[in-house]
């Protein structure tokens, strides 16, 4: 009867949370994440971290009871407030803990008087606060089976397995029989984890939810017995005041602490390390009207020739763009909350140095061996491979770079650091104080080489205990390698030759003006991953490696593609070959007029991924480019005939005549709308060259040389270094749909590079794309070794041999009834719905109209993937359902997902209601994606994708 409230509360909220949809946060700072939400899974394995009982206790089970007990947290989280239950007053907070529960479980001096305290509270546990809750709720746990010592308070043994879990989860809610709430969790579990009468228990739901059971056919009898856990010997480490190192509050994360203060790239020859190379040239388009009859001459006649033009302003924004595939600190992105496994894969810095000590919260001081697993995956690479006294060389040297002292005769990385003056970075708290780098002058640790030392273990011995073991405790948190953000420069230069500008008429204007001559970027991370890459560089290769000359990488910035529209005003400094009269016109034979500064895929692939964000400024160009007297026929255009003068008389008596076959005489007037033709007309006002730090030294430190850390496994190839241009210089980009440059021109609109729009503007980071498969392709070879599992890549660009065929027509069918093919907007817009439209090869998916606005899967699967904030990405709220096979789809741009994570769905399933969120819609419409890959960036231009149309009997797009 003790456990009837907590029915009670269940039965009156359950069947509400099933259909909720609201956000996770309540009012206040009571926090409540639905089950789905990585805040739980964050939750948990923040309570495990500290080292009690939860981290004794299965962290499935821990969500299973998570989802039945904070059901009315997370479905109504305005309204909470973490207040006692009108109908069970004695019951409390997220896990519905009783006040004699609580007294049990909870020592004297960690209890207080938690109703409606939702923060964490140094040396207290508070049943309102979720990480405090699920530590409770685990002793708890442990106590009904009989292995919780509750005078010494002390765990005598762990819930591990599944009998454990079956019998203190039944004897938490007081039933081990079913009944009108449980009924609804069967919806939670697959066909053969349900029971043979269709019914479960809590207990039943909780084992099998969790998959400690992994078919009903193993659970025991509905009824209570003797039974106990296992007594053993375990850690426990929980320490409710947290010792002496307390979390503090870091205003920015500790491996991005001064974002923005960008520190100059070494002195005296900084050109040495900086990267040349394009950022993606501006492209005004403007719409110029183009009269058929050609141009008057003055003589009354009129020749096959026009003015074309762009005029108007040109802002070029990049006041933020995201840097990749190095490492992520903001946690506003999704890419923050993926596991660490997760981050190093795509993240050249945090699987090089790690992350381990160099996050806001600190490590557990006394780890359990689960905690003790999670440290050492994060350690990264280096603190790995490196000798501990070396990890201190590098550590006092971060000092002194704090303190103004580095000296490169004392310089134990063997190169030049990204810069010899660091910021002050903070360390840690000690007894609720920071502890800065220019703390830990002279109370570093020792060395063996220290002139006062002889001996090193006693002077170590005695370090560890200086003020308390202060020094000692934090020395981990010190960091290495440089936390700065790195200065960069973007150069614009105005089209404006002399020497040599070319028109097809030989007739110009040309006056582009901006007001910036250059932009000064900061970078972040790039001087990390240089100075750790390179310092494993010499770690791991011969010193001769080092020494030997480096062939001289091209200051390359114009990559190979070029435009082939004879609607194109440029300037360009390269004058293509006049042709005479009886050859080819001038377009066919190389109207080639200026680089777009974009990728060609002839030579190169880009590499996508999150990051931080790099922040610049934005600047603004006066365009002004006229082409007089182009010819008819370097535009491919036919020149109206004129005709005999033809009558066109009104009501009135008044006579007007037709003297050019395009026009007409409607109801008497005359009429010349069809000699009038609208093109759009790009020019190019300017070109940005960027010069980005340490790219070159990154690649050599980590590739296509002969000291490349992850040319372990091949053999080096002087060739391959001399060739990087061309085959092997891939750049990374920053996902599409976060954060870029844009373009915007004041008279019509801009593009960036292949008719991209100009909010589609990329920073290319040269070479950045092929490290980043460098290291993959050296995961590929460890992987097996060390999970014994094969790899599964995050570029799938860089493995082009594991793409598979796509599934053949009739895998896929439409997700909507009556859904058809939008070719033109309501404007008479082109628009990009295809697969690799050819106006836009970017787009990588099938867009639909739905003229019900109901969503479907197009084949049965089950949801892996659901957002539902639109400005979280440019596809707004969407859905990825995985269907068994290697293949995801993805529905974007919905009004709402009607569907959660974890759902399996059938071609009936309605799982969203189309829409335009998101900033890459133009108006509504439903954007389906074909991928072998589930992260929504792998829906995206170099992510393993197939054109669903051809998934689709019937579908036809051109």
């Known amino acids: 009867m003790r456990q009837l ?43 495990q971290k500290r080292g009690g009982a939860a981290a004794l206790v299965n962290p499935n089970v821990l969500k299973a009871i998570y989802l039945m007990e904070a059901a009315v947290e997370y479905s109504y989280p305005e309204k909470w407030q973490c207040q006692r239950y009108p109908h069970a007053p004695s019951f409390v907070g997220l896990m519905s803990v009783s006040d004699t529960e609580y007294a049990t479980v909870v020592p004297l001096e960690e209890q207080m008087n938690d109703i409606g305290v939702c923060e964490g509270k140094t040396c207290e546990l508070s049943r309102c606060n979720i990480v405090d809750a699920l530590e409770i709720v685990s002793r708890v746990l442990l106590d009904k089976i009989y292995i919780w010592d509750q005078k010494k308070d002390i765990p005598l043994g762990k819930l591990d397995d599944a009998s454990d879990a079956y019998y203190a989860s039944c004897r938490y809610y007081g039933t081990f029989l079913p009944d009108d709430i449980t009924k609804n969790l069967v919806a939670y579990l697959p ?42 010997d375990v850690k426990f480490t929980f320490d409710s005041c947290g010792g002496q190192i307390t979390p503090g509050k870091f205003d920015t994360h500790p491996l991005r602490p001064n974002p923005g203060e960008a520190r100059p790239v070494p002195s005296p020859s900084p050109d040495n390390f900086l990267t040349t190379y394009c950022a993606m040239r501006p492209t005004p388009v403007e719409k110029n009207t183009i009269d058929l009859r050609g141009k008057p001459n003055g ?147 020792p060395l063996p080489n220290d002139p006062n030392v002889t001996d090193y273990a006693a002077a170590y011995t005695l370090w560890k205990i200086k003020d308390g073991g202060k020094w ?65 560089s010499y770690l791991l290769t011969p010193q001769a490696q080092h020494e030997a000359e480096r062939p001289q990488l091209k200051d390359e910035w114009l990559p190979k593609m070029w435009e082939l529209s004879s609607y194109w005003l440029d300037p360009s400094y390269i004058k293509p070959d006049i042709q005479s009269d009886n050859q080819p016109p001038l377009y066919e034979a190389g109207l080639l007029l200026g680089p777009l500064c974009d990728l060609d895929p002839n030579f190169g692939t880009a590499i996508y991924s999150s990051g931080d964000n790099a922040l610049n400024d934005q600047f603004g160009t006066n365009v002004r480019r006229i082409d007089k007297n182009v010819p008819f026929k370097f535009l491919n255009l036919t020149q109206s005939p004129p005709i005999n003068p033809v009558a066109c008389v009104d009501g009135q008596g008044n006579t007007s005549y037709l003297n050019y076959e395009c026009e007409q005489c409607l109801n008497g ?47 080096y190839d002087p060739e391959k270094e001399k060739s990087l241009d061309q085959q092997y210089g891939w750049p990374g980009l920053g996902s599409e749909g976060e954060d870029s440059p844009k373009y915007t021109y004041s008279n ?104 019900t606005g109901q969503i479907f ?8 993937d659901v957002n539902q904030n639109p400005d979280a990405h440019g596809f707004g709220i969407y859905v990825i359902i995985d269907h068994h096979n290697g293949w995801f789809t993805l529905y974007a741009h919905l009004n709402e997902a009607t569907v959660s994570v974890g759902d399996e769905v059938n071609l009936t399933t309605q799982i969203g209601t189309q829409d335009d969120s998101g900033s890459w819609s ?37």
């Open 669 to 715: 007037q005359k009429n010349e709308s069809k000699c009038y033709i609208t093109k759009d007309v790009r020019s190019n006002p300017d070109y940005l060259i960027s010069y980005t730090p340490f790219l070159n030294q990154i690649l050599t430190s980590t590739t296509l040389s002969g000291r490349g850390i992850f040319d372990i496994f091949s053999v």
């Open 922 to 958: 133009d108006g509504s419409h439903l954007h389906l994606g074909y991928s072998q890959g589930s992260h929504p960036d792998q829906f995206l231009n170099g992510g393993p994708t197939a054109d669903p149309c051809k998934a689709i009997s019937g579908c036809v797009c051109n």
């Open 5 to 47: 409230p907590r029915i009670l509360l269940l039965f009156f909220f359950f069947l509400a949370w099933l259909f909720s949809a609201l956000p996770a946060y309540a009012d206040g700072a009571c926090i409540a994440p639905r089950p789905d939400d990585p805040e739980l899974k964050q939750a948990i394995k923040e309570a």
């Open 857 to 864: 899967p197009s084949a049965p699967g089950t949801v892996v």
């Open 299 to 445: 003589s009354g006649g009129r020749d096959a020739v026009t003015d074309l033009q762009t005029i108007g302003g040109l802002i070029q924004d990049f006041s933020k763009f995201v840097t990749p595939l190095l490492s992520i600190t903001d946690q506003t992105k999704s890419d923050y909350s993926l596991p660490y496994e997760d981050k190093a894969q795509r993240y050249l810095a945090d699987y090089l140095e790690g992350r381990a000590y160099y996050e806001p919260e600190p490590e557990p001081a006394n780890p359990t061996p689960e905690q003790q697993t999670d440290l050492f995956n994060r350690l990264g690479v280096f603190r790995k491979l490196a000798p501990k006294t070396y990890q201190d060389e590098l550590k006092r040297a971060i000092i002194k770079r704090a303190n103004n002292q580095f000296s490169p005769d004392d310089n134990p990385y063997g190169f030049p650091p990204a810069s010899d003056i660091i910021q002050n970075y903070t360390v840690g708290f000690w007894q609720g104080k920071a502890v800065t780098l220019k703390d830990y002058l002279d109370n570093w640790a």
């Open 748 to 851: 019509g609109r801009a593009e960036a590079g292949v008719y991209k729009a100009g909010s589609t503007q990329s920073y290319y980071y040269r070479f950045l794309g092929t490290v980043q498969c460098a290291k993959e392709r050296t995961l590929q070879v460890l992987q097996p070794f060390i999970t014994g599992e094969q790899y599964k890549p995050f570029a799938s660009a860089c493995f082009p041999e594991l793409a598979a065929s796509p599934p053949p027509a009739g895998e896929l069918v439409w997700p909507c009834p009556n859904a058809y093919i939008l070719y033109t907007s309501s404007s008479g817009e082109d628009l990009a719905v295809c697969y690799e439209d050819p106006d836009r090869p970017y787009h990588k998916g099938l867009d639909l109209q739905c003229p």
């Open 191 to 232: 066909p053969e984890k349900i029971p043979a009468d269709g019914q479960t228990s809590y207990c039943e739901f909780v084992t099998l939810y969790s998959g400690l059971y992994s078919n009903a056919s193993q659970l025991p009898l509905r009824t209570d017995k003797p039974y106990s856990g296992m007594t053993s």
């Open 472 to 536: 000692s405790a934090l020395w981990p948190y010190v960091p290495m390698f440089s936390r700065e953000d790195t200065k960069g420069t973007i150069t614009i230069i105005d089209s404006n030759p002399p020497p040599d500008p070319w028109s097809p008429s030989g007739q110009w204007e040309e006056k582009n003006t901006s007001d910036k001559e250059t932009l000064e970027v900061s970078h972040p991370h790039l001087a990390r991953a240089y100075e750790v890459s390179t310092t494993l």
